[in-house]
């Protein structure tokens, strides 16, 4: 599909509600892969969906951790898939075959996981309450530096391109560390006015450009520009290009991202199921989506190349989209729609043989040479290359393929033992019953043996390899932390036990009452009563 005529000459940012995506389980947070059409949910069973987003189907299920999942990130090639899990376990998936290559085990929870933009042999992992930690797929690891040893929260994000590693902590501080031995490249300070700090949230880069946004908890989104960032140095003061927020309702914003372009930026509310629009240049805000009213927003992602926005909320992806207007004046140049009827004027010459006029103006016309044109080499699709690159990546995987399923087998479908199902069963019918009774205890015993015939001379199935497990020691990481995920249902949870426990009191009453409406009764109503029950 050409992406370069999808592209849209008005606005590139979606409008309404465009369906919902049904996980059979509950959602909690997804992600694409480079080029947007796959779109992988992590969900609270511990199953990632992978959707194929062109055609809005499951394309697999992979069955990944036994705890709700809670960060998910494609590598640049979309062919591993990185899970984090609330039982501090981090995997990593071949999305081809579904496999999986290897589990490291935490000491704490893992809030966020992220692939290297460049590198397919590295990835970051922010654990919570800890320094953020750069992982490699051997095992072995580095603790990004701090700031202030008592502050430890820390979130931590690659920059566009994998060159610097940025953190921020509680007290307003971002750091810019360089991937090369992770030096200290640049600081400043997230102030609100004065000397006051706010704590930072998350950091997001854009796809196409040199900027970031930063969310803080003053509830004012950041966007800066790296390069300024970078230029100012250590303990620098860059101003941020914009400074975005909802001053009406002074929203908390769950989840801030940019749209694939880097022309917009999304943010979720904490409080209700609404996205934010803005535009980045003018810092305007361009359009409020409005969700279901009292479901609460737990991720937000922007499609990488087109205008299409994926929230998710009480357990479902919700798409949003442009509406999509058919124009049939595109289908031919001299195609006029009218809003009423209007009488035509016929030329002259216009039905004609030779039409004079026709020849006038043809002769009028200056005569061109023949063009050759070329449809053999490919260009590459800019939307899928970055600007550091001229071709696109050959080994991206884009779409998985899907084995049809045969729910009922045709008349004449031949089992294992190669005898046809539907005269089996017609020479079933004739014999009496005692001589089916033996013929199928035949029939088994037969089958058991050629099967086990088979079993042995037929190669055994391809085995799962086992997974290798690595155990990630990090001495300073808080060992009786508990996932903020799992923090907020046990709340519900607590009540419900506490009033379980009177309803199990009740019932016992109900019993003790039978058994005593049981024994009054006489003595053989009461022993065929219990012959029918015990």
Known sequence: MNLELLESFGQNFPEDFDGALDC???????????????LAVGCNDGRIVVW????????KFINAHVHPVCSLSFSRNGRKLLSAATDNTVSIWDVLSGENDKVFRFPSPVLKVQWHPRNCNQFLVCPLKHAAVLMTIKGDHKIVPLDDD????????????GRYIYTGNAKGRILAFKMEGLDLAASFRVTTGGLNTTAIKSLEFARRGECFLVNSADRIIRVYESREVLTCGLDGEPEPMQKLQDLVNKTLWKKCCFSGDGEYIVAGSARQHS??????????????????????LLDVVWHPVRPIIASISSGLVS???????????????DFKELDENVEYEERESEFDLEDEDKEKEESKAPVEED???????????????????????ANALLFLPVSP??????????????????????????TPSSGVEKRTRQDTSSSDRRRGQQD?????????????????DLPDAPHDEVHPLLNVKKAPEKGHSKKARPQKSKSSKVEKSRHKDRSSRGGEDMDSENTGIY
């Open 52 to 59: 194929d987003f062109l055609t809005r189907g499951i394309a």
């Open 150 to 161: 008592s502050d430890l929260n820390i979130i931590a994000s690659f920059d566009r391109r």
């Open 405 to 430: 399923e045969v729910e009922e087998p045709e008349d004449g479908w031949q089992g294992e033992n190669g005898e046809d199902h539907a005269v089996h069963t017609e020479k079933k019918k004739d």
């Open 371 to 393: 063009v050759e044109v070329d449809v053999s080499t490919i260009e590459p699709i800019q939307a899928f290359v970055s600007s550091d690159e001229d071709e696109e990546d």
């Open 456 to 472: 042995a001379t037929t190669p055994p199935a391809s085995k799962k390899k086992k997974t290798k497990t690595i155990d990630v």
């Open 319 to 333: 798409i949003w989209a442009q509406n999509q207007v058919e124009n049939w004046s595109a289908f031919a140049p």
């Open 24 to 38: 059979v389980s509950i959602a909690i947070t997804c992600t694409f892969n480079r080029q947007g059409t796959l």
């Open 275 to 296: 996205l934010y629009i803005w535009e980045k240049a003018v810092g305007n805000l361009v359009k409020i989506l409005h969700g279901t009213k009292g479901e609460l």
